[in-house]
């Protein structure tokens, strides 16, 4: 627990907490859980200190922290606009070949022709 305590810190925004006895190739996990905000999300940051390293795939999940939890969920929005948009252009495009097989059959029965195979 922070700053020597018997269990959490419900006060301060700012903890201290000493790992020790930390043997080479041992993991840990850092866990932040905050009390009493403003809104529902908050940046933080966490510093360490002493030998430590840390792997790509471990921050591989880990929002972008300059970007605010409105400005996500309007990349999101775009996001699935984008995707909505492309797959209608698909079916437009895909209308558009059936019209056109349709439309060259029709004319083809109107001459007498027979129908090639085309799509």
């Known amino acids: 627990y922070p700053n020597g305590l018997k269990g959490p810190d ?9 790992v020790e006895g930390v043997k080479d190739g041992e993991s840990y996990v850092i866990s932040v859980k905050a009390r009493n905000l403003a809104t529902a999300q908050q940046n933080f940051a966490v510093v360490t200190t002493g030998c430590v390293g840390v792997s790509n795939r471990s921050l591989a999940n880990v929002d972008d922290p300059y970007v605010s939890p409105s400005e996500q969920r309007m990349r999101t929005i775009l996001i699935w606009i984008g995707a909505i948009a492309i797959c209608m252009c698909v079916a437009i495009i895909c209308f558009g070949f059936v019209r056109m ?19």
């Open 101 to 119: 097989k349709e439309n060259r059959e029709a004319m083809n029965a109107m001459e007498g022709l027979e129908s090639p195979n085309i799509y």
């Open 10 to 18: 419900k006060t301060n925004n700012a903890e201290r907490v000493i």
